[in-house]
């Protein structure tokens, strides 16, 4: 099995800064994209930032020049640097890996638990 683990939801004041990150384990082989997806209550569950493992990044627009997100392939880690972050950031937040357990595996996709951000005015 696979586990991916988050950390660092808090509450935030509107421009501050947070940082998420996810660990992944269990049965792993590698791993391809990794991401950040955030849920609002009343909307659908949307892309935040992902890497694969190229290293190159992709940002949804309402995140671009706010947020960062990286990767360490040794440690099977993603983080997610929030910075100015607005009241409308608030959402659960969840780490998204493409993970091969075995050689011969087709890539799975699995989710973490969540972890809460609430961005206050």
């Known amino acids: 099995q696979v586990q991916l683990v988050e950390s660092g939801g808090v509450l935030v004041q509107a421009g501050g800064s947070l940082r998420l990150s996810c660990a992944a384990s269990?049965?792993?082989?590698?791993?391809?994209?990794m991401g950040w997806y955030r849920q609002a209550p009343g909307k659908q569950r949307e892309l935040v930032a992902e890497?694969?493992?190229?290293?190159?990044?992709n940002y949804a627009d309402s995140v671009k020049g706010r947020f960062t997100i990286s990767r360490d392939n040794a440690k099977k880690t993603v983080d997610l640097q929030m910075n100015s972050l607005k009241p409308e950031d608030t959402a659960v937040y969840y780490c998204?890996?493409?993970?091969?357990?075995?050689?011969?595996?087709?890539?799975?996709?699995?989710w973490g638990q969540g972890t809460q951000v609430t961005v206050s005015s």
């Open positions: 269990g049965n792993i082989f590698s791993i391809n994209v």
């Open positions: 998204n890996c493409n993970v091969k357990r075995r050689t011969w595996s087709p890539f799975e996709t699995y």
């Open positions: 890497i694969p493992s190229s290293g190159s990044t």
